[in-house]
């Protein structure tokens, strides 16, 4: 091939001379953050980015939920067997995504994995890099492990057809992923949910018995958090309703519906947009405008 001459040669030899030396500094890829903490008693939070799951401590064992992935499982494992010295015994899923529960495989040598039974089926469905729950329910499932006792619960279709409750009675925490966030708006144009299923879920949690909610992702929070949670969806819901039934478009929702109560939280900025968008969709699938 030709070597190029003249001007544009020179240009070439620039280019290169400038890219050089910022390749070589290009930073290596941070390494995760990931962390233990202790909630409450016996139970302890898992932190990896910005993913979280808890697990519980028993004198036999320990029941763990969401592995995260597959990495952050194995480091997860190391640390459970350096500080508390025992096998996890159960694994128990959140819900199907697989930002939550990749590399459940990591515990299947001492685990038995729980799931609810719609998660099951679209772990296998979508060929989910993680372990196939062997034991799954519908409606309540209590685990008993060294005198402790796990509820858990389905509380209807949400941010997923397979979204479970999974409460600590001793603890009075209840663990519940990506469909009450805290103190944030939901994620992004709320992919997989359910309308108006999942205000109704976040009802039915509501009336259970505890004092910490604690995500999947950002901070822990308390009942008062669930609730605001589901103000927040109503009100969403009902705005964008409005907007739709006023015959005006996305756009006109997009620009005019602000719920600036909710300002100070989480991604406010970011997914409301998103939000509206996800909500639109759902409301131009339910409803048929005038002719
Ligand atoms: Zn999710």
């Known amino acids: ?58 004198p036999e064992g320990v029941i763990a939920t969401d592995p995260i992935n597959a990495d952050a499982a194995r480091w997860l494992k190391d640390e459970i067997a350096k500080r508390f010295n025992r ?55 209590t685990l008993v492990l060294g005198g402790r006792t796990v509820e858990l619960s389905y509380v209807g279709r949400n941010h997923s057809d397979n979204s479970i409750v999974i409460r600590f009675p001793a603890e009075r925490v209840a663990f519940a992923v990506d469909f009450i966030p805290v103190k944030s708006l939901a994620f992004r144009a709320l992919p ?14 509501e009336q259970m018995d505890f004092d910490i909610l604690a995500p999947g992702r950002g901070p822990l929070g308390s009942k008062a958090d669930a ?17 739709a039934r006023a015959g005006r478009t996305l756009d006109d929702a997009k620009q005019s519906i602000k719920l600036a109560k909710y300002q100070g939280w989480g991604q406010y900025e970011q ?20 002719p």
């Open 271 to 290: 997914f409301l947009p998103l939000n509206i968008e996800g909500m639109w969709r759902h409301v131009a699938n339910q409803r048929v405008p005038n």
């Open 1 to 58: 091939m030709a070597r190029p001459t003249g001007p544009f040669a020179a240009i070439l030899l620039l280019s290169a001379s400038m890219l050089a030396p910022a390749a070589a500094q290009a930073p290596a890829p941070a390494a995760p953050t990931r962390a233990i903490t202790q909630i409450t008693g016996d139970l302890y939070r898992f932190q990896n980015n910005f993913h979280y799951s808890v697990f519980y401590v028993t």
């Open 87 to 141: 096998p996890v015994r159960y694994l128990v899923y959140s819900h199907d995504h697989a930002d939550h529960i990749s590399g459940g495989e990591v515990f299947a040598d001492t685990a038995v994995v729980v799931a609810h039974e719609n998660a099951r089926r679209t772990i296998i469905a979508e060929r989910r890099p993680t372990a196939v729950p062997a034991v799954t329910f519908t409606d309540r499932m």
């Open 192 to 205: 997989d949910s359910y309308w108006p299923d999942w205000i109704d879920s976040i009802r039915r949690v």
């Open 227 to 243: 609730v605001a949670s589901r103000e927040y969806l109503s009100d969403l819901w009902t705005e964008v309703v409005a907007v």
